[in-house]
């Protein structure tokens, strides 16, 4: 089993920065994909980032490539979202998530390689 903590979500105006913080507990951490997804209210859930093991693989979604960078520091188990040019829509709850399979460019990004979960932040970026 995997424990998983979000922080560091909040209140933003658009065009700041956040840095959202995922501390995971339990089985070793290091050999773990992690992922990055977010839900936006009557909407589904869409990844936005994900990072091999080793953090040298790494996968963006359009909409936040070039503004978001994860990533993680295997001996503090604890893996980042740093968002910078917060938009409106950037607004939703960010889950971070474990996947015990190994990196796959195809699946990673997909919510259904994801066996663990935390229980979210919010992130609101006003207008």
């Known amino acids: 089993q995997v424990q998983l903590v979000e922080s560091g979500g909040g209140l933003v105006q658009a065009g700041g920065s956040l840095r959202l913080s995922c501390s995971a507990s339990g089985r070793t951490f290091s050999r773990y994909v992690m992922g990055w997804f977010r839900q936006a209210p009557g909407k589904e859930r869409e990844s936005v980032a994900a990072?091999?093991?080793?953090?040298?693989?790494?996968y963006y979604s359009d909409s936040v490539k070039g503004r978001f960078t994860i990533s993680r520091d295997n001996a503090k188990n604890t893996a980042y979202l740093q968002m910078n040019s917060l938009k409106p829509e950037d607004t939703a709850v960010y889950y971070c998530a474990v996947s015990s399979n190994g990196w796959s460019t195809y699946d990673s990004p997909r919510k259904t390689a994801y066996a663990y979960w935390g229980q979210g932040t919010q992130v609101t970026v006003s207008s």
């Open positions: 990072i091999s093991w080793s953090g040298d693989r790494t």
